[in-house]
């Protein structure tokens, strides 16, 4: 069992930054892939980034060159630098997990945080 608290969203305005942060549970986590996702009102869930259990990252376009994802797994960590923010980036952001590779890069995964809220204003 995994549990995934997100944390560092807030409001910000057009340009910002913000850091979120996500607390991982267990003592598996190097075993974990982990994702970023976000969902904004009336839209579907969208992948942000994709940490792999080496470290590598994948980070969606819209995001490219504002966005850094990374983990720390000392600390059982995973972060979304997000720079430049824009308004098309307030959303709710989960941090998620799943064992398998796979899943998060196709859109699934098996664990998911709460949720923090991002909010850049105009």
């Known amino acids: 069992q995994v549990q995934l608290v997100e944390s560092g969203g807030g409001l910000v305005q057009t340009g910002g930054s913000l850091r979120l942060s996500c607390a991982a549970s267990?003592?598996?986590?190097?075993?974990?892939?982990m994702g970023w996702f976000r969902q904004a009102p009336g839209k579907e869930r969208e992948l942000v980034a994709t940490?792999?259990?080496?470290?590598?990252?994948y980070v969606r376009d819209s995001v490219k060159g504002r966005f850094t994802a990374s983990r720390d797994n000392a600390k059982n960590m995973v972060y979304l630098q997000m720079n430049v923010l824009k308004p098309e980036d307030t959303a709710i952001y989960y941090c998620a997990a799943d064992r398998l590779p796979y899943y998060i890069p196709a859109g699934r995964a098996t664990y998911w945080g709460q949720g923090t809220q991002v909010t850049v204003s105009s």
């Open positions: 267990g003592r598996a986590f190097t075993s974990w892939t």
């Open positions: 940490i792999t259990t080496s470290g590598s990252t």
